[in-house]
């Protein structure tokens, strides 16, 4: 049994040395291979670091936002889903897609316990609101353009299991960067103040990820003369499925989040954020419903839309230790945080979109398993391009993607 007593303490050598009981030295040179992210870096971004783990970096084409061609940076292991936004963005030319985001407003929240008059302490935290706020403000110690300051304090009275309980929320304009540090690190300095306020005792002081004042849209038009009508006839049923059936909502929303997610990871940003804040948005007061919806102009054309709250920004967090966020942001030439969510929105409707297509008239197997077939053929051995593609097309044709099967064919085609 290794001893991993200290083991945060240790250098990345120390660390692997101790796994060699585990694994080969083969292994242990693979979580070496660090790539563009040098090894020293990744141990100072999170704990316990043993090696780099690698995801394919790609670009979408095709793309064009608010009149202005854009190459998609996108990070992700799952085939189909580049080659989908490419088609989609690509069907949709020459208007492309238009999109508009909120200002950068996050929500914080305190919370109050243990209070002598939950009520009376409500009241006292309302009359004092202004003053509240400009202590808040005061506590901004960052630079100055990434704060757009505090613009709303409130509180709500909750009842609960432990008793009642008092919920401050503020609302704070972080600018062009993702803003849960600035956030909890205010939340956090105001705590005492409001504690004397109420006579209560503060507990959680942390950011919401459900950013409903930070929502982006994007819209696109795919005319009937390009997709058919029997293209729009489809998209529009499987878009009607997901509204009216949970089960299929939650694969549908999945599918948006897949272009999402793909470049909020290749720009460096917290994708688990996005998501929390999407997935949460889409239950938003009416049960779950998709985060697209789609319909017919007066042309017959089909018109997508999607709306939804995207945090992200364009300083501090990942971007700076990253190197190839640094490249990502430079190809998807974005200047604020804004530009980055309407790209990431225009990438999910573009996905969905695609999705919807494929899956609604010749499915959606056919391609994603032959963009599949490269991936067996490299787990079977396959090392050069010529036998990768030449296992994968010999895979796809029998439609038969088992690792014995790829194995057999690599043989095969080596003896030759």
Partial sequence: MINFSGFYKLSIDERLKLLKEVLTNEEIAVLK???????????????????????????????????????????????????????????????????????????????????????????????????????????????????????????????????????????????????????????????????????????????????????????????????????????????????????????HNKGIMNGIDAVALACGQDWRAVEAGAHSFASFGKGYVPLTKFGKNENGDLIGTIELPIAVGVFGGAIRTSPTAGIALKLLEVKTAKDLSMAMACVGLANNFAALLALSTTGIQEGHMKLHAKNVAVLAGANTPEEVDRVAEAIHNAKNYSSEFAKETLEKIRRK
């Avoid at 064009?64 to 061609?69: A, L, M, Q, T, V």
């Avoid at 200002?103 to 935290?125: C, F, H, R, W």
């Avoid at 105001?190 to 209560?200: D, F, H, M, N, R």
């Avoid at 049923?237 to 009216?244: K, L, Q, S, V």
């Fill in 33 to 251: 291979d660090s790539g563009a992210l040098k090894l020293e870096n990744a141990d100072r971004m999170i704990e316990n670091v043993i090696g780099i783990m690698h995801i394919p970096f790609a670009i979408a084409t095709n793309f064009k936002i608010n009149g202005k061609e854009k190459i998609i940076p996108m990070a992700l292991e799952e085939p189909s889903v580049v080659a989908a936004a490419c088609k989609a963005a690509k069907l949709c030319l020459p208007e492309g897609f238009k999109a508009e985001a909120d200002d950068s407003i996050m929500i914080g929240q305190v919370q109050i316990v243990k209070m002598p008059d939950a009520t009376k302490a409500k009241k006292e935290l309302d009359k004092k609101k202004k003053e509240i706020m400009q202590i808040a403000t005061s506590l901004y110690k960052g630079k100055p353009e990434f704060w757009g300051g505090v613009t709303d304090f409130s509180v709500r009275k909750i009842k609960t299991n432990r008793g009642e309980m008092l919920i401050c929320d503020f609302l704070i304009d972080v600018k062009d960067v993702m803003g849960a540090n600035t956030i909890n690190s205010i939340l956090e300095s105001i705590g005492p103040t409001l504690e004397a306020y109420t006579g209560g005792k503060t507990r959680l002081k942390i950011l919401s990820n459900l950013a409903i004042y930070r929502k982006v849209r994007a819209s696109a038009v795919w005319k009937k003369e390009i997709i058919g009508e029997e293209g729009i006839e489809g998209v529009l049923d499987g878009y009607e499925f997901a509204a009216n059936d949970k089960f299929r909502c939650s694969t």
